[in-house]
């Protein structure tokens, strides 16, 4: 059950590594040391939102990795991700800490959205 209402709360978790990757922080609730090539940093001030942004990693281009976040429990794990090609590019910028909920996201995670979902499991079973 535990796992049915991880992944009924999928939505809330993948919105949560979004903000996360929004902010440069990595699953290990530390930012990310990446810095920008200088053409990149002139390439950015075309763009706007997220994509200009050049002070810290945001992993945003087209926002495609961003829509296509994902977040399934397989077995004993949680396992996040992105359904796009630039999963290993991203990973490998943030030293394979970039898809995870940090550790304190990870405990509102499970008090704002995973626990709810038990609860109502748990009174669907016993028919409360």
Known sequence: MAAEAINLSHTAAEDMV??????????????????????TVEAKKEMSGLAAITSHLTNYDTGESYRKLYMKVSGEKVIFGTRTDKEADISKRMNSKAFGLAPENK???????????FNRLVRELIKL
Do not use: C
């Not at 405990?107 to 979902?117: T, V």
């Open 18 to 39: 979004a903000s996360q990757l929004a902010q440069g922080l990595k699953k290990d609730g530390t930012m990310s040391n990446f810095v920008y090539s200088p053409f």
């Open 107 to 117: 405990e509102e995670f499970i008090r704002q959205h995973a626990q709810g979902q």
